[in-house]
């Protein structure tokens, strides 16, 4: 059972926190922490095959649930993630339904999809002790669609619509963007146009995710509805703390 996906579905706050330093010890301090999910970022930070595994086994004491954003929608890369016992997957650029359905393609099975079956080497059957694996593993995956263009503004409905998709989820930083505003996600065009995209994920009926752009942005984004709220980055918190750190001790040398 994936109580994370089903806890969206009930819209139930989940607030998780960005992994990018690509480190199985810091993503340890991190699910310590008592966040409800964990993004392991594939798209951006410097994550390969292997990281992803080790970060995966760090974390698999705590509750969080390791969300995993693979570089692209290509089948072959989530087949890899779901094998190694990846369940929640965040998937960036989604622009349309029908990219939503081959998306859902590739998590699955045949013949309700496209995933290539390893279940007697993979981790996510216990390497072949899960019998009844290969015939439920869909039930317990969490697809997420990462709205952030234009285009996936204007397919929200029927991105929505598509069966198997489980949230949306809004990226500010690619979304101002595209909207013409590059590194101010704050502007008033973004932010009206974030506001317009929640409000029809809602009504369409699918639970709604941002990555939020400070405490206060997050706090306002629960008010309104959103069920899965990113509040910074594990960079982030050690940038800060170092930064905050240093500032707060006059020079001594």
Not at 108 to 135: D, W
Request: net charge negative; charged share 20%.
């Amino acid at each position: 059972m994936n109580a994370f996906k089903d806890a969206l579905a009930a819209g139930q706050p989940r607030i998780g926190l960005w992994q990018a330093l690509a480190n199985p010890y810091t993503a340890e301090i991190c699910a310590r922490a008592g966040f409800d999910w964990l993004l392991f970022d594939g798209e951006h930070a410097p994550n390969d095959l292997q990281t992803m595994l080790a970060q995966l086994q760090a974390v698999a004491p705590f509750d969080a649930e390791p969300v995993v954003r693979p570089r692209n929608d290509d089948p072959a890369l989530i087949k890899q993630y779901l094998d190694m016992g990846f369940r929640s997957l965040l998937v960036p650029m989604v622009d349309s339904g029908e990219q939503a359905r081959r998306i859902i393609a590739a998590t699955r099975f045949p013949p309700l999809g496209i995933r290539g079956v390893a279940s007697a080497t993979s981790r996510a059957s216990g390497f072949g002790t899960n019998r009844s694996y290969l015939g439920s593993a869909h039930e317990d995956i969490c697809l997420i669609a990462q709205i952030e263009s234009r285009a996936g503004l204007e397919a929200i409905e029927d991105i929505a619509a598509t069966d198997g998709i489980d949230a949306l989820f809004i990226g500010p930083g690619d979304l101002a963007g595209a909207l013409g505003h590059l590194g101010d996600p704050g502007h008033d065009a973004v932010q009206a146009a974030i506001a317009d995209a929640i409000t029809r994920i809602r009504r369409a009926g699918k639970p709604a995710g941002i990555f939020a752009l400070s405490l206060d942005d997050a706090r306002r984004r629960v008010a309104d509805g959103v069920a899965m709220v990113s509040v910074g980055t594990d960079i982030g918190l050690l940038v800060s703390g170092a930064r905050a750190l240093r500032e707060a001790l006059p020079a001594i040398a």
